[in-house]
């Protein structure tokens, strides 16, 4: 009987209506239905869990023998596999959001639970009794809303947007939590009356293609732009305005902690996160928004944001994304022709191609993985990674004392 540690994996395609249409079918090659790919699921989470060969699910492949596959430590300490990992292709702006810390994850989640509504539901705030930290890193020039704006700038920006003016005393009196709660809490009539010049305005100039994508003019005429004529205006473009705008470029990382207002805005990108599919939402979608419970969750506070370069290690092939989060850890391996990569998996790991063709090998295991091509390995896997040209592969795991 062969007791490989290592299996060739195939995810789930998750089809959001703000994905492209493109590039998650070429990457992972399939044939492209007319229909939006946004992302691709490679992991053990119940709703979407990652097929391991023929006729094994990741999620009941670890709840039959924990301890053989995500190991001992892994396991005391969370009792799953304890990250989620993603491609994600975003063509529209995503709805903007925060996620809950793991204290309150388990308390909503047991409330809305005892008040009988069912997971499906479309206004459940709570899928999961789990955190969803999250870290990516740019596949392409990659843009997203990250917290919000340092005061000074926030202040400017209430200053120099004419239909915001009216907002500067609310901002000066009550801060950051002031100034989001007036804003979230108006009616979809207000919404319509204050930000309609503000659009008539952006609007022209978009379509003549006379604005950055570093400015919010740009992406409030973007996200109207892809609603029907005469639809209602979206809460979510006062956070456009207040949150900062950051470029990612190839290679760059950047974390998302509970509490951190956020939204992807455009580009692919790797994504891993806590294995949970926690979302509070804040506007700029047509899902439930519950503002009360968003204004709990939200930091408010000013960011500045931290793009990573990753930490190089001594191999000089692998690259960490180090971030706070206990339960995952991202890396690169770029590796060239007559190089090897070495590693002994302290939990399971799931790495993806990015980029050309790689030989992974595990005791008696071989396999060859290609562009959008997944590989799991379990714990104490000793393994080596080759190849006879490039590779750029995304290695997904958790840390482990």
Same mark, same amino acid.
């Given at each position: 009987?062969?007791?490989?540690?290592?299996?060739?994996?195939?995810?789930?395609?998750?089809?959001?209506?703000?994905?492209?249409?493109?590039?998650?079918?070429?990457?992972?090659?399939?044939?492209?239905?007319?229909?939006?790919?946004?992302?691709?699921?490679?992991?053990?989470?119940?709703?979407?869990?990652?097929?391991?060969?023929?006729?094994?699910?990741?999620?009941?492949?670890?709840?039959?023998?924990?301890?053989?596959?995500?190991?001992?430590?892994?396991?005391?300490?969370?009792?799953?596999?304890?990250?989620?990992?993603?491609?994600?292709?975003?063509?529209?702006?995503?709805?903007?959001?925060?996620?809950?810390?793991?204290?309150?994850?388990?308390?909503?989640? #047991?409330?809305?639970?005892?008040?009988?509504?069912?997971?499906?539901?479309?206004?459940?705030?709570?899928?999961?009794?789990?955190?969803?930290?999250?870290?990516?890193?740019?596949?392409?020039?990659?843009?997203?809303?990250?917290?919000?704006?340092?005061?000074?700038?926030?202040?400017?920006?209430?200053?120099?947007?004419?239909?915001?003016?009216?907002?500067?005393?609310?901002?000066?009196?009550?801060?950051?939590?002031?100034?989001?709660?007036?804003?979230?809490?108006?009616?979809?009539?207000?919404?319509?009356?204050?930000?309609?010049?503000?659009?008539?305005?952006?609007?022209?100039?978009?379509?003549?293609?006379?604005?950055?994508?570093?400015?919010?003019?740009?992406?409030?005429?973007?996200?109207? #732009?892809?609603?029907?004529?005469?639809?209602?205006?979206?809460?979510?473009?006062?956070?456009?305005?207040?949150?900062?705008?950051?470029?990612?470029?190839?290679?760059?990382?950047?974390?998302?902690?509970?509490?951190?207002?956020?939204?992807?805005?455009?580009?692919?990108?790797?994504?891993?996160?806590?294995?949970?599919?926690?979302?509070?939402?804040?506007?700029?979608?047509?899902?439930?928004?519950?503002?009360?419970?968003?204004?709990?969750?939200?930091?408010?506070?000013?960011?500045?944001?931290?793009?990573?370069?990753?930490?190089?290690?001594?191999?000089?092939?692998?690259?960490?994304?180090?971030?706070?989060?206990?339960?995952?850890?991202?890396?690169?391996?770029?590796?060239?022709?007559?190089?090897?990569?070495?590693?002994?998996?302290?939990?399971?790991?799931?790495?993806?191609?990015?980029?050309?063709?790689?030989?992974?090998?595990?005791?008696?295991?071989?396999?060859?993985?290609?562009?959008?091509?997944?590989?799991?390995?379990?714990?104490?896997?000793?393994?080596?990674?080759?190849?006879?040209?490039?590779?750029?592969?995304?290695?997904?795991?958790?840390?482990?004392?």
């Amino acid at each position: 009987m062969s007791t490989t540690k290592l299996f060739p994996i195939k995810g789930k395609v998750q089809n959001y209506a703000w994905g492209g249409a493109n590039f998650i079918p070429e990457m992972i090659g399939i044939e492209k239905e007319d229909q939006p790919y946004a992302e691709y699921w490679m992991g053990a989470h119940d709703n979407a869990p990652a097929k391991v060969g023929d006729n094994q699910f990741l999620n009941e492949m670890v709840k039959s023998n924990p301890e053989g596959t995500i190991g001992k430590y892994i396991n005391d300490k969370f009792g799953r596999l304890p990250f989620l990992f993603k491609v994600l292709d975003v063509n529209d702006v995503l709805s903007i959001q925060v996620h809950p810390t793991k204290v309150e994850a388990e308390k909503g989640f #047991a409330r809305e639970n005892q008040e009988g509504i069912p997971l499906t539901a479309s206004h459940r705030n709570y899928k999961d009794d789990n955190h969803k930290p999250e870290i990516m890193v740019a596949l392409s020039e990659f843009w997203l809303l990250h917290g919000f704006k340092p005061k000074a700038e926030l202040r400017e920006t209430l200053v120099n947007v004419p239909e915001f003016n009216y907002l500067v005393d609310t901002f000066d009196a009550e801060g950051y939590f002031g100034l989001y709660k007036t804003v979230m809490e108006y009616s979809a009539e207000e919404i319509n009356t204050k930000l309609r010049s503000l659009v008539d305005r952006v609007m022209p100039l978009y379509r003549e293609n006379k604005l950055e994508k570093s400015s919010p003019d740009y992406w409030t005429a973007k996200s109207v #732009a892809l609603n029907e004529e005469g639809a209602d205006l979206d809460r979510g473009i006062y956070s456009i305005y207040f949150f900062n705008i950051v470029r990612a470029d190839i290679g760059d990382a950047i974390f998302q902690d509970a509490g951190l207002p956020h939204a992807y805005m455009e580009g692919q990108n790797m994504e891993l996160m806590a294995n949970s599919d926690n979302v509070l939402r804040g506007g700029l979608t047509p899902k439930h928004i519950d503002v009360p419970e968003l204004l709990k969750h939200v930091t408010f506070e000013e960011t500045i944001p931290n793009i990573m370069k990753g930490e190089l290690q001594e191999d000089g092939i692998e690259r960490i994304y180090k971030s706070p989060a206990p339960d995952f850890e991202l890396s690169r391996v770029a590796i060239s022709n007559g190089e090897t990569y070495k590693n002994v998996a302290k939990t399971a790991q799931i790495i993806i191609v990015s980029e050309g063709e790689a030989t992974v090998k595990e005791g008696d295991t071989t396999v060859t993985i290609k562009r959008g091509e997944v590989v799991l390995l379990l714990v104490d896997a000793d393994y080596t990674i080759t190849t006879t040209d490039k590779a750029v592969l995304f290695k997904a795991s958790a840390p482990v004392a």
